[in-house]
């Protein structure tokens, strides 16, 4: 579960804030407040750019605490800018990285894990993390990163992978 989980989670934010870093260098290279992204949405109805940091970090959190056993911190979520959007992601970075391989070794894939909604149910562990935390994390990721594209700051999809471990074949 840790390879799977923690160390995709980790590495993804770490894209994740690497797109923020190229949105912060468009808006000053546009000369514009970047901070106008924290509120881009793609329609009306859905949730806006901060929110989408919020959750991918909070999924992220909770899927390593609850997969290890443990109580995720908890984050108030009024962040207003770029750069706290930023040490948000960076806090979940320093949380991540407290998990070891040995915090999951309990762990196995009909572990029964608790999800907040529906309330009263839960997932097997496997299910929980392939079915429910991955795709939702990476739904808010990409969601991110298209608000970004859609606002004109030039993406590409090595900057949404982020480095890749490439070896000699």
């Given at each position: 579960m840790y390879y799977l989980?923690?160390?995709?989670?980790?590495k993804t934010l770490k894209s994740l804030d690497h797109l923020l870093d190229k949105a912060t260098k468009h808006a000053q290279a546009k000369n514009f407040d970047v901070d106008n992204f924290v509120n881009a949405r793609?329609?009306?109805d859905m949730l806006p750019f901060a929110?989408?940091?919020?959750?991918?970090?909070?999924i992220a959190k909770t899927a390593a605490a609850s997969l290890a056993g443990?109580?995720?911190?908890?984050?108030?979520?009024n962040e207003k800018t770029m750069e706290e959007l930023r040490a948000r992601i960076?806090?979940?970075?320093?949380?991540?990285?407290?998990?070891?391989?040995?915090?999951?070794?309990r762990t196995n894939a009909?572990?029964?894990?608790?999800?907040?909604?529906?309330?009263g149910k839960a997932m097997y562990a496997e299910d929980y993390?392939?079915?429910?935390?991955?795709?939702?994390f990476f739904f808010h990721v990409t969601t991110a990163y298209n608000l970004l594209r859609e606002s004109g700051v030039e993406l590409s999809k090595m900057d949404y992978l982020g480095a890749l471990n490439l070896i000699d074949a």
């Open positions: 989980a923690v160390r995709q989670f980790a793609l329609f009306p929110a989408q940091i919020r959750i991918a970090c909070d443990k109580e995720p911190p908890r984050h108030e979520d960076a806090k979940c970075l320093t949380y991540l990285e407290t998990f070891a391989a040995a915090d999951f070794e009909k572990t029964i894990i608790k999800v907040p909604s529906p309330k993390l392939v079915g429910r935390q991955l795709p939702n």
